[in-house]
Structure formats: structure tokens, C-alpha cells
Nanobody, 125 residues
């Protein structure tokens, strides 16, 4: 069983930055996929960034490329999402997720096995 706890959300103005953290507890193999998703009001859940615990197989959704960076601290089992040049359309609840399958497989269906409770990001214009 994997437990995930996100933190770092908040309210910022457009153009600002935030860093989200996800503290993970439980066994996570090097090959597991770790990811950030978001869901805004009235929108479907969207996969934002993916990487495996080894630090590879990194991908981003097109709308955040060049602005967001996913990373992890393997020693503390913490997943991060650095968000820069934030836009109002980035406003959403952000969730971290983990799945035993490779990112190349699980990001297609988004059916991750473990989810955090979410942290809210609000970007004002």
C-alpha cells in the first residue's frame, strides 16, 4: 500500500511560481510511475507530468511544457512539481499519483493505483 500526501498549493498571481510536494509512504519500486494530475471545475482530470522513480521516462502535457518541471528526491520519497509562469487556466486541484506499471503504459489510461488527497492551486489574472 502506498500513501501520498500533497502540499504546497496556494493562490498566486499570473506569472508567479509554486512548488508542489508529494510525500510518499510505502514501497515504490524504481520502475513505478509517479505523476501529477489536475482537475479544474467542470473539467476532466488531466495528466500533467509523469516520471518513474528512477528519474526517467519523463513527459508533460503540451500546455505545461517549458513551464513545469517534475522531479523527485529518491532518498525522502518525495515527488515535486515546480510550476513557473503560471496562468489562470492552471488553476485546479492537483493530485499526485503512483502506479506499478511503467509510465509509457499507465499514462495512456490514467488509471493509477494510488492517489493523494489533492492540493488546490489558484492563479489570478
Amino acid at each position: 500500500q502506498v500513501q501520498l500526501v500533497e502540499s504546497g498549493g496556494g493562490s498566486v498571481q499570473a506569472g508567479g511560481s509554486l512548488r508542489l510536494s508529494c510525500a510518499a509512504r510505502g514501497y515504490i519500486a524504481i520502475s513505478y510511475c509517479m505523476a501529477w494530475f489536475r482537475q479544474g471545475p467542470g473539467n476532466e482530470r488531466e495528466g500533467v507530468a509523469f516520471m518513474n522513480r528512477a528519474g526517467g521516462d519523463i513527459s508533460y502535457t503540451d500546455s505545461v511544457k517549458g513551464r513545469f518541471t517534475i522531479s523527485r528526491d529518491i532518498n525522502t520519497n518525495t515527488l515535486y512539481l515546480e510550476m513557473a509562469a503560471l496562468k489562470p487556466e492552471d488553476s485546479a486541484m492537483y493530485y499526485c499519483a503512483v502506479d506499478p506499471r511503467p509510465c509509457s503504459s499507465v499514462r495512456r489510461d490514467g488509471a493509477f493505483s494510488y492517489w493523494g488527497q489533492g492540493t488546490q492551486v489558484t492563479v489570478s489574472s
